[in-house]
């Protein structure tokens, strides 16, 4: 059956996923103006507990990874679905500052749970050899929401400004709960589960595992480039460089675009390589992309908005091959039918930038020649961590599950 086939008998989970991620792209980018807007909370406080309440979530991490052995991946996405649709309910009546950290903990902690189900979900559905071309199209699917839901936020602000706000906090609670409705009639194959003997996976037979630690090291490591379009140039652009205030836009249009349209050409160019190439070539690109994002305060004014624009470009291809990639290669690593404990380690390699990447780079841009040697030193310790995914050669026999699995992974063409 071909990969559209597949996805078609899918069309119901792959529907949870776009009206969840929707949800996202219409109130994500507008979270801390509520704070600041409706909520009348100064905004400096209001992202210090919204950081704080996030960064408390990795507590659960572990805890995560066990709930998925114990009750699947499907009874752990809709927990989440749950838990999100009333962690945002709560956000009208965060009245305090604990109360902002302690809703930003139960929606960021939902997150987590979530990001710990989700690829161990596609394993019960995709073959070792279609892991990269499920995780290309489920990029295609979240990133093509995510932006037209910002759009859609963007429109909202515009025409209603703080009772769009509200309308968006609404509608993506309301999208938490629809996927989980969705999600409710999705027949989940059976797992291939571990013989009696074996021992369970857990968290800290992943934290011992090297080549998987390597893996997730290095791409946490290069996910602080991802922020750079998004994040950074809207500010560098217009604060710094005195860039017209549409260039941000054309930016992370153009970031959107360049995924949406290219993930799974990239993908099915990129099939017949290993995925140690694939991920050694991403992390080449953003290094590329980096050096370019030096030299744009250099060029002629009328040159600098072109140019954040090419490295919007680079990074998203660097990206869009770089993260299918990386998911396909922790799920084959993880011990087959026992994957939560590996996955809820492995959603790290997105949420420690989307956390603490924000503050990082905003205080960054005070001195952004030293930002972008930070970022470049980030990349190059990728490059090293993904080297040491490979441990020193020993027989087969003796490697443990997951590194044999990565040998055999590693010598595919």
């Known amino acids: ?100 950290a302690a809703v930003s903990f139960l929606v960021t902690a939902a997150d987590r749970l979530y990001g710990a189900a989700w690829p161990t979900l596609v394993a019960r559905f995709a073959k070792p050899a279609e892991l990269t071309e499920w995780f290309s199209a489920v990029t295609v699917l979240k990133t093509t929401s995510l932006g037209v839901g910002t759009l859609g936020a963007t429109a909202l602000m515009a025409l209603a400004g703080g009772d769009g706000l509200r309308v968006a ?32 996976s857990n968290t800290r037979a992943a934290l011992r595992d090297r080549p998987f630690m390597s893996l997730v090291a290095s791409q946490t490591l290069l996910s602080a480039a991802w922020l750079i379009p998004t994040v950074a140039f809207p500010v560098y652009l217009v604060a710094s460089l005195h860039q017209a205030a549409w260039w941000p836009t054309v930016v992370v249009a153009v970031r959107y675009a360049t995924a949406t349209t290219l993930q799974m050409r990239i993908s099915r160019r990129l099939s017949g390589w290993s995925r140690s190439r694939v991920l050694r070539l991403s992390i080449g690109a953003v290094a590329v992309a ?59 390699t997105w949420t420690v930038s989307y956390a603490v990447g924000p503050a990082v780079i905003g205080l960054g841009l005070q001195n952004p020649p030293l930002l972008w040697t930070a970022l470049a030193l980030c990349v190059a310790a990728a490059a090293l961590a993904h080297r040491l995914r490979t441990p020193l050669r020993r027989p087969t026999a003796q490697l443990p599950h997951a590194a044999r699995d990565l040998r055999e992974e590693a010598e595919v063409p």
């Open 169 to 200: 906090l609404a509608l993506n609670s309301a999208s938490s709960l629809l996927a989980a409705v969705l999600l409710l009639g999705v027949a989940v194959p059976a797992a291939e589960r571990p013989s009696r003997r074996a021992a369970r």
């Open 290 to 348: 980096i050096a370019l994002t030096a030299t744009v305060s250099t060029a002629p004014h009328a040159l600098q908005g072109p140019l954040a624009v090419l490295v919007a470009a680079v990074l998203a291809l660097a990206e869009l091959a770089s993260k299918p990639t990386a998911a396909a290669a922790a799920v084959a690593m993880a011990p087959k039918g026992d994957e939560g404990p590996y996955m809820s380690l492995f959603q790290l």
């Open 1 to 100: 059956m071909t990969g559209a086939g597949r996805f078609r008998r899918q069309r119901r989970l792959f529907l949870s996923v776009a009206i969840d991620t929707f949800g996202s792209g219409v109130f994500l980018p507008l979270s801390l103006l509520f704070f600041v807007t409706v909520q009348h909370f100064p905004a400096a406080a209001a992202g210090t507990a919204v950081t704080v309440g996030s960064i408390a979530s990795f507590a659960v991490v572990p805890l995560c990874g066990r709930l998925v052995q114990a009750a699947g991946p499907k009874s752990c996405l809709l927990v989440s679905n749950v838990l999100t649709a009333l962690g945002y309910g709560l956000f009208f009546a965060a009245g305090n500052l604990p109360a902002v």
